[in-house]
């Protein structure tokens, strides 16, 4: 999304700008992943418990039928499509099963490793360059995967207000959510148009972005980040040509990933004997909705503990305090689904990647590829590489 002339590519070796994303110290890991277990700690042992005992959620996971639990797994597989769907819009020549290997792999870093999300975009890149794909077939994939995952977000608290309406069920405060969420939007998708309409606007914007990001990166005594703009501006033009013919295609993909997960959702905790008068299937999406923007702040790794907060408390607000117990069994069902599942689908998807090697080959060669590659860097640290719930 940029626009101005590009900026001459990097001298670096794209490896070494792979390498750059996941470069942290490991004294910097371990204090963030022992933050991260401190805070998942507090939340199961001390918080969820306040919504309801654990051996009350662990009747009801023994009510759940083995046809119930088909079920379950069934909308989790077609979960797990509508991701590699999506990525296959966004990425022109990628096949469904490197879809699903790219997809699970990198999604199983992100969602266990502190600060994943940035070595997941650096995953991406190695797996990517290793299948053919070049420098900038990396960069749109992450960004345009990002943006579309970051505009359905906004937009999924808006649309959960309206069927709240619809149902009967709305209030002061929904409308003024929907007020808010609708005036974030607006501004976000006019500073999107903006970028595409106008190469000089998007050279500006880029220049803007890049001294915010240098004023924060001087903080924790970083370099500034040089050439935004330019990158920008290249971007910009890179995602034009790509979205002119594949828009409609990654909108409808990538809503059916939301939708699917939602129904994941719905479909825990009703097997969990939550029912549609104890918490309405409006009020269920709406939850689903706001903590799905919890997943946008990468507190832990894959939001564990902070997002089933959100959806637990949520919920239990919402039904009658008997239902309680099976609310967060639904819940934690849910996040088994879509988040447990990940990880070892991940680690086995890993191991596909190193095995098959017919499937290895070089990457055509590109003038800009370093600066293509330095836009993934600048992307790294977005939580969006996580496709999990």
Not at 81 to 86: D, S, V
Not at 174 to 199: K, R
Not at 315 to 320: D, G, I
């Amino acid at each position: 999304m940029s626009d101005q002339p590009a900026a001459p590519a990097d001298d670096r070796a794209p490896a070494a700008d792979a390498a750059e994303v996941t470069k942290h110290s490991p004294a910097r890991r371990i204090i963030s992943g022992v933050l991260s277990l401190l805070i998942v700690g507090g939340i199961f042992v001390f918080a969820v418990p306040k919504v309801a005992d654990y051996s009350e959620v662990w009747k009801a996971f023994q009510s759940l039928t083995g046809l119930e639990l088909a079920a379950l797994i069934g909308a989790m597989v077609f979960n797990l499509f509508t991701y590699w769907w999506a990525n296959m819009a966004a990425l022109p020549g990628l096949k469904l099963s490197r879809a699903a290997v790219l997809t699970q792999t990198t999604t199983s870093v992100a969602n266990t490793l502190p600060g994943g999300g940035a070595i997941a975009v650096g995953l991406t890149y190695t797996i990517l360059k290793s299948w053919g794909f070049t420098g900038t077939n990396v960069a749109l994939y992450v960004g345009v995967t990002g943006i579309w995952n970051i505009f359905i977000k906004l937009a999924l608290p808006v649309i959960s207000i309206v069927f709240l309406v619809i149902a009967g069920e709305s209030g002061s405060a929904y409308v003024v959510a929907a007020v808010v969420g609708v005036i974030v939007l607006a501004i976000a998708v006019g500073l999107l148009a903006a970028l595409f309409a106008s190469e000089r606007l998007a050279y500006r914007i880029g220049e803007a972005v890049g001294k915010v990001m240098s004023f924060f990166l001087k903080l924790v005594r970083k370099p500034p980040k040089t050439g935004a703009g330019d990158r920008a501006v290249q971007f910009r033009e890179d995602t034009i040509g790509l979205v002119e013919g594949r828009w409609l295609r990654l909108t409808l993909t990538t809503i059916l990933s939301q939708v699917a997960l939602a129904f994941v959702l719905v479909l825990s905790l009703r097997s969990m004997g939550v029912s549609e008068q104890d918490v309405s299937t409006a009020q269920i999406f709406a939850v689903f909705a706001f903590s799905r923007l919890l997943s946008a702040v990468p507190v832990t790794p894959g939001g564990v503990g902070v997002i089933d907060l959100g959806y637990i408390g949520g919920l239990a607000a919402a039904a009658p305090e008997a239902e309680r117990a099976a609310v967060v069994a639904g819940v934690l069902m849910f996040r088994a689904l879509t988040y447990g599942v990940q990880i070892p689908l991940g680690a086995f998807t890993y191991l596909i990647w190193r095995g098959k090697k017919d499937w290895r080959r070089d990457a055509a060669e590109e003038p800009d590829e370093g600066d293509a590659v330095t836009a993934v860097v600048d992307r790294a640290d977005r939580p969006e590489a996580s496709r999990g719930a």
